[in-house]
Nanobody, 121 residues
Framework: VQLQASGGGLVQPGGSLRLSCEVSGFTLNNYAIAWFRQAPGKEREGVSC??????DYAEDVKGRFTMSRDNAKNTVYLRMDSLKPEDTAVYYC?????????????????WGQGTLVTVSS
């Protein structure tokens, strides 16, 4: 099982980015996938999770971030709009091999390598 995150970069406040997470070694539509982020000096925190058609978001990204999945491409996406400097972090996708959604990182066993998002003017 492998996850490959991409799409990070430098963006100005108020801008947008779309992250991708390509998965291999399992069928995406059978499992929950989540996005996490870790800012410098802070703990890793959950951003969003999708499973069985439902999507959960952390409170501070609701209305700004949109998670989606393309099962045919075995890829999940995180569209990030209205970005703020406090969104600066390394973003990771992860799976725990089950079908339930949770934003608690301790449950996740398999992680992608992370992609850096920097929001700065």
């Amino acid at each position: 099982v492998q996850l490959q995150a991409s799409g990070g970069g430098l963006v100005q406040p108020g801008g947008s980015l779309r992250l991708s997470c390509e998965v291999s070694g399992f069928t995406l539509n059978n499992y929950a996938i989540a996005w996490f982020r870790q800012a410098p000096g802070k703990e890793r925190e959950g951003v969003s999770c999708t499973s069985d058609g439902s999507i959960d978001y952390a409170e501070d990204v609701k209305g700004r971030f949109t998670m989606s999945r393309d099962n045919a491409k075995n890829t999940v996406y995180l569209r990030m709009d209205s970005l703020k400097p406090e969104d600066t972090a390394v973003y990771y996708c992860a799976t725990h091999g089950g079908r339930y959604c949770t934003l608690v990182s301790a449950f996740y066993r398999t992680w992608g390598q992370g992609t850096l998002v920097t929001v700065s003017s």
